[in-house]
């Protein structure tokens, strides 16, 4: 039998190292562990200090005793690796193990087993826990904010639709793939701009409109499963007969004596809100700030003097102010800038606002992607006599944009983070709602629960968009 | 020149001055519409309105200029703050991320995800309303230390009452001159000599010596007083005396900081890992202890490309803090484009003034940026 020193463990003794650093980095955990959830202290006869400090101590020397290099026991040697390389690291992972420990109880307890959630009422929030019962009867204002709750179903139906034609681009063949490009960057975007101002905010105009974009949305679907031989008279035709006869047989008649689809009541901007303005708004401005700032980024490296100090003007101002004091210039200042009789609406204005500012980050980060490509792309596509814009449209912003896809989301990103600032001009998407529901007589104290919630669903959307973007940058990751 | 070269040029240019005519034109009708005249004249004319809370003396009687002011320092103020904080927790978090240590480095990445992909504006709104409101009131606090309260109505701390601070400033001015004129000879003397100088120790030296000779000689005095709490009816109290931190520019701090914090640890990270392998590896084969390694290679190359982005970050940082006006504190945004605009009707005016002045701030420090970038390239021959 070896000796056995204690400060300097070796492998010859690997299993009484092992046994006594087992025995007391447990024991430690066991003690914190019964500490936190089950409130019993198994230390308590010891000194206030050492008894707060003997669990720390324990572990410490366990993890010291197990810290054998090229034991031959697998599960050893990761643990040595990965949490307890040195004392230092040690101690760190111990801290950070009694931290969770000692942290659970009492989220858990918040979260879930002393919340409630029955009942409609705050009376039956009795508990130290959440009351999830408030995000509950006020889930619909957090998800469509003033909207009628008779109405809510046409943002409901917009948004589904606009989801599954978002999805088209998976389902199509092969053949079709060529036209995806225009499909998402013209036709698309058209298509959600009619459904969310003339389906969402209703009225009249709807009426005519929707048989359009029914038309011209089926005949799309279709359309990808024509053969390109009869592709440009079906264009022609097909939307148009779809139209007539959508107009003038399938539901005309019916439907107007019924006084089903007579016209959408008309919601104003002002009633819209929670979640569904969130994207509504992101959306929006997502669609306008690439094209700007895809321009501004070409204009501020073209030739023209002229064009490009306007270019750098634009992007550098842009850049310059925060979002809030451009807000605000759009709510009190552009007014003053407009002929008296002339309104335009709050909503609008703000995604104006929005576009522009996010459009000089987007157009700094394609920049840079123009800029990373070498020289001898600019010269190979010239050598073919190609112009600007066939140099451009062709062989420069395919790759400059591939090149920017990680940039690009980041700036979405941050769009999706801003949108809560349009509270300035007083419209309430869900982070507005939620200080309007706080100041609610029937719902004072709900803070926190109505900040939860809202953290969670911005985590999962943002999380969900920097993993998409992610995955996007490794599929289109080409190799130089 | 040909036409295609200026016609779009012109295009452009007529297209812009187009809009800006349109513009201007409608202002003009609209302000004589209201009665009221482009200028800046109003800046002096009396606020009559009140600051809650401010770094120099600010009430109704003092100019629209002075409220400028008042705001644009509180901004400054919260801008600090936040860097200091933000800086030292990103690095903190961002050492932390290139651990090989598995639960410390999940520790970070956790924290990095769930502060980044939170709007900014919840955060604030999260800790003013949700977590800030669960403090004690004043009468139940514990003091921290005896001598720091934290109650729902604000931090409170001991203030620091000098007598004779111009000359302490001074002697820590002349502290850091003498510094660097020993960190030059130093450089000198191993340059020309190979002789190594403890610049380290004398410059702490320096720095601790001379401020205590100011006390001893210069007659600088300082006395600490502890705030107290007073009663101010049948349930309110109070603190007297000390400094009060309000809970508007604490959780403003607070947010602004754990937020930019995880840009700045992602910058940290970025930085380490853009050192190349090759360059530890060369240094530590030439014999340099690990610390030197460090110090005299890592970190140099490192900095170079920390540096740009984050000042990038407290840039973004000093421009987040205008949302200081959702919760109430009185930054340029809340007080000037807010309040003082409500009370004088002159948008135009004061936008321009808000956004000029942000502008000016980011401008000039991308200028400082640009020459640093240009001093720290690595100059290639």
């Known amino acids: 039998m070896n000796k056995l020193n204690f400060l300097q463990p070796d492998k010859n003794n690997l299993n009484n190292y092992l046994y006594t650093g087992t025995i007391l980095v447990a024991l430690s955990i066991f003690i914190v562990f019964l500490n936190s959830f089950f409130n019993k202290d198994l230390i308590s006869f010891l000194p206030g200090t050492l008894?707060?400090?003997?669990?720390?101590?324990?572990?410490?020397?366990?993890?010291?005793?197990?810290?054998?290099?090229?034991?031959?026991?697998?599960?050893?040697?990761?643990?040595?690796?990965?949490?307890?390389?040195?004392?230092?690291?040690?101690?760190?992972?111990?801290?950070?193990?009694?931290?969770?420990?000692?942290?659970?109880?009492?989220?858990?307890?918040?979260?879930?087993?002393?919340?409630?959630?029955?009942?409609?009422?705050?009376?039956?929030?009795?508990?130290?826990?959440?009351?999830?019962?408030?995000?509950?009867?006020?889930?619909?204002?957090?998800?469509?904010?003033?909207?009628?709750?008779?109405?809510?179903?046409?943002?409901?139906?917009?948004?589904?639709?606009?989801?599954?034609?978002?999805?088209?681009?998976?389902?199509?063949?092969?053949?079709?793939?060529?036209?995806?490009?225009?499909?998402?960057?013209?036709?698309?975007?058209?298509?959600?701009?009619?459904?969310?101002?003339?389906?969402?905010?209703?009225?009249?105009?709807?009426?005519?409109?929707?048989?359009?974009?029914?038309?011209?949305?089926?005949?799309?679907?279709?359309?990808?499963?024509?053969?390109?031989?009869?592709?440009?008279?079906?264009?022609?035709?097909?939307?148009?007969?779809?139209?007539?006869?959508?107009?003038?047989?399938?539901?005309?008649?019916?439907?107007?004596?019924?006084?089903?689809?007579?016209?959408?009541?008309?919601?104003?901007?002002?009633?819209?809100?929670?979640?569904?303005?969130?994207?509504?708004?992101?959306?929006?401005?997502?669609?306008?700030?690439?094209?700007?700032?895809?321009?501004?980024?070409?204009?501020?490296?073209?030739?023209?003097?002229?064009?490009?100090?306007?270019?750098?003007?634009?992007?550098?101002?842009?850049?310059?102010?925060?979002?809030?004091?451009?807000?605000?210039?759009?709510?009190?200042?552009?007014?003053?800038?407009?002929?008296?009789?002339?309104?335009?609406?709050?909503?609008?204005?703000?995604?104006?606002?929005?576009?522009?500012?996010?459009?000089?980050?987007?157009?700094?980060?394609?920049?840079?992607?123009?800029?990373?490509?070498?020289?001898?792309?600019?010269?190979?596509?010239?050598?073919?006599?190609?112009?600007?814009?066939?140099?451009?449209?062709?062989?420069?912003?395919?790759?400059?944009?591939?090149?920017?896809?990680?940039?690009?989301?980041?700036?979405?990103?941050?769009?999706?983070?801003?949108?809560?600032?349009?509270?300035?001009?007083?419209?309430?998407?869900?982070?507005?709602?939620?200080?309007?529901?706080?100041t609610n007589p029937e719902w004072l104290g709900f803070a926190m629960e109505g900040y939860v919630f809202a953290s969670v669903l911005f985590f999962i959307i943002c999380y969900a968009m920097s993993k998409y973007s992610y995955n996007l940058e490794q599929k289109y990751k080409t190799e130089r | 020149m040909n036409i295609k070269k200026i016609l779009p040029q012109l295009l452009t240019l007529l297209v812009v001055i187009l809009i800006f005519g349109f513009f201007s034109y409608n202002a003009q009708v609209n302000m004589e519409n209201r009665g009221i005249s482009f200028g800046y004249g109003f800046l002096s004319q009396e606020s009559s309105f009140d600051v809650q809370f401010s770094l120099i003396e600010f009430d109704g009687s003092h100019s629209y200029f002075r409220a400028y002011l008042v705001g644009l320092l509180n901004t400054i103020l919260v801008s600090v703050i936040g860097i200091i904080f933000a800086t030292i927790i990103g690095v903190v978090v961002g050492i932390a991320r290139l651990s090989n240590n598995y639960l410390i480095n999940k520790t970070a990445a956790v924290y990095v995800e769930f502060f980044r992909n939170i709007p900014l504006l919840l955060q604030i709104f999260f800790w003013y309303f949700a977590a800030l409101r669960a403090l004690p009131l004043p009468q139940d606090t514990e003091p921290m230390f005896g001598v720091f309260f934290l109650t729902i109505k604000g931090f409170f701390v001991p203030a620091i009452i000098w007598n004779n601070l111009d000359i302490f400033i001074y002697s820590i001015i002349a502290a850091i001159i003498s510094i660097s004129f020993v960190r030059i000879y130093a450089r000198k003397k191993q340059e020309n000599e190979g002789i190594q100088t403890p610049v380290l120790s004398i410059s702490i030296g320096l720095l601790l010596i001379l401020p205590i000779l100011s006390f001893l000689f210069g007659g600088v005095d300082a006395s600490v007083e502890v705030p107290v709490i007073k009663q101010l009816s049948q349930s309110g109290f109070t603190f007297e005396g000390g400094i009060k931190l309000p809970p508007e520019l604490i959780s403003l701090a607070l947010a602004l900081s754990l937020y930019t914090a995880t840009f700045i640890a992602e910058c940290v990270r970025a930085g380490v890992q853009g050192v190349s392998k090759g360059q530890k590896e060369a240094a530590a084969s030439i014999g340099l202890t690990p610390n030197q390694v460090l110090k005299l290679v890592v970190m140099p190359q490192a900095l170079r490309i920390i540096i740009p982005p984050t000042t990038n970050q407290y840039l973004n940082l000093t421009k987040n803090s205008s949302l200081a006006a959702a919760i109430a504190y009185p930054d340029l945004v809340l007080v000037f484009a807010g309040t003082a605009l409500m009370q004088t009707g002159r948008a135009i005016e004061i936008v321009s003034i808000t956004m000029l002045t942000y502008l000016s701030l980011s401008i000039s420090i991308s200028i400082f940026m640009n020459w640093y970038n240009k001093k720290i390239a690595i100059k290639e021959k």
Request: charged share 15%; glycine share 8%.
């Open chain 1, 51 to 438: 008894s707060f400090f003997l669990p720390l101590i324990l572990g410490f020397i366990g993890l010291h005793l197990i810290r054998i290099e090229y034991s031959g026991l697998k599960f050893l040697d990761s643990i040595n690796k990965h949490i307890n390389t040195n004392n230092f690291n040690a101690f760190l992972s111990l801290l950070i193990v009694f931290v969770v420990i000692k942290s659970l109880p009492p989220l858990l307890s918040w979260f879930i087993l002393d919340a409630n959630i029955a009942g409609d009422s705050k009376d039956v929030c009795t508990g130290t826990g959440a009351c999830w019962t408030y995000i509950k009867i006020w889930f619909n204002r957090f998800m469509y904010g003033m909207y009628p709750n008779a109405e809510q179903w046409r943002i409901n139906l917009s948004f589904i639709a606009l989801a599954f034609l978002g999805t088209i681009g998976f389902f199509a063949t092969e053949k079709f793939k060529k036209y995806l490009t225009l499909y998402y960057v013209v036709i698309y975007p058209v298509i959600a701009f009619f459904f969310i101002f003339f389906f969402i905010s209703g009225g009249p105009i709807f009426f005519d409109f929707s048989y359009g974009i029914i038309a011209a949305v089926i005949s799309i679907i279709i359309g990808f499963f024509i053969p390109s031989k009869f592709k440009m008279y079906y264009f022609i035709i097909v939307p148009i007969t779809l139209y007539i006869l959508l107009k003038y047989v399938f539901f005309y008649e019916e439907l107007i004596e019924l006084g089903k689809l007579e016209a959408l009541e008309w919601v104003e901007t002002g009633a819209w809100g929670g979640l569904s303005l969130t994207f509504i708004v992101s959306f929006f401005c997502l669609i306008f700030c690439f094209p700007i700032g895809l321009f501004l980024s070409l204009g501020r490296r073209s030739d023209f003097p002229i064009i490009k100090y306007f270019s750098i003007g634009m992007i550098e101002f842009w850049r310059g102010v925060p979002l809030i004091t451009v807000l605000f210039m759009s709510s009190v200042m552009f007014p003053m800038f407009l002929p008296e009789d002339m309104f335009i609406d709050k909503l609008v204005r703000v995604i104006i606002a929005i576009s522009l500012f996010e459009a000089a980050y987007v157009a700094e980060v394609i920049r840079g992607g123009l800029q990373a490509l070498p020289r001898g792309q600019y010269d190979a596509a010239k050598s073919l006599g190609m112009g600007y814009w066939k140099m451009h449209i062709l062989v420069i912003l395919p790759q400059a944009l591939k090149l920017v896809i990680p940039g690009i989301a980041n700036t979405f990103l941050a769009l999706v983070k801003d949108t809560p600032l349009i509270f300035v001009v007083g419209l309430l998407e869900i982070v507005g709602m939620l200080n309007l529901a706080k």
